[in-house]
């Protein structure tokens, strides 16, 4: 009989042997701990072995009435269809009830950016210690070359020299290498680092980036002193990693108009997903042409 065991075995294996990251298998630990608790919810006698495509319907009725977004839903049907796909292969059930169901579909609202004023404030930093040294060499980093968070905390010692010489070298998802300019703003606090990284770096660690205790800095650091500097420098939203990616793609845009660029830079698989800071580049000439057109100006 399959119990919340199998679970535990499933989750097991895909840490050991999937090599999954420890981030993935806790968000799939907690979806399958939602699909457990529904299905103990039920009136009968249902096990996750007897459950069929009905249920798992109403499962994801009950959790889009509690606020759940179609994003959400989306994420947990994939980590129940891997589940009941991994029972089949051991042939413990014989059909993936939750192949064919698909989550409630959700507005797609458009990424917040900083206004260049913004960004220019939110990296206006004098402080000559170690650890804002460190945060000052990363924030300009994210915003010259629109790294993502776990990209910019991979890099290691040894993207030094191409760094300095105004490129880095990433690997983005799905394995794909991709080649980043970097701007001399960011080249010149990350010199800086370069410099001071030996007050913070164990012997022999090879990150770029390490926390205090001397290891491969953490992303949830990153988030959190990201986080710290922006209400230090009195921006009004909470600022993080991805926020910065946005902004720079952003803002490269408004000044270059040059789409299949900043698709290449951000190593977007499709240009669709590019086309997203279109709109933002649109919001941000309308609202020019708000304050300046004089048959557009409120009385």
Known sequence: MVSRESVNVYLDE???QRRQSPHTVSNYRRDLGVL?????ELPGNFRIDTVQTPQIRRFIGQLHARGL????LARILSGWRGFYRWLGLRGEVTLNPVEGVRAPKSPKGLPKVLSLDEANRLLDSTSDDVLAVRDQAMFELFYSSGLRLAELAALDVACLD???????????????LRLIP???????AVGIWA????????????????GQRGARIHPRVVEERLKQRALAQGLPTSVHPHMLRHSFASHVLQSSGDLRAVQEMLGHASIASTQVYTHLDFQHLAKVYDSAHPRAKRK
Do not use: H, T
């Not at 457990?36 to 103990?40: A, E, P, Q, T, W």
């Not at 191409?162 to 794909?176: S, T, W």
């Not at 970097?182 to 010149?188: N, P, Q």
């Not at 410099?195 to 390490?210: D, T």
């Open 69 to 72: 977004s179609g994003r959400s």
């Open 14 to 16: 895909l840490a050991q």
């Open 36 to 40: 457990c608790n529904l299905i103990g």
């Open 195 to 210: 410099q001071r990284r030996g007050e913070l770096a164990a012997p022999e660690q090879s990150a770029l980036f390490v």
């Open 162 to 176: 191409d760094l300095l010489a105004g490129e880095v070298r990433v690997l983005g998802k799905r394995a794909k």
């Open 182 to 188: 970097v701007g001399s703003k960011a080249r010149e």
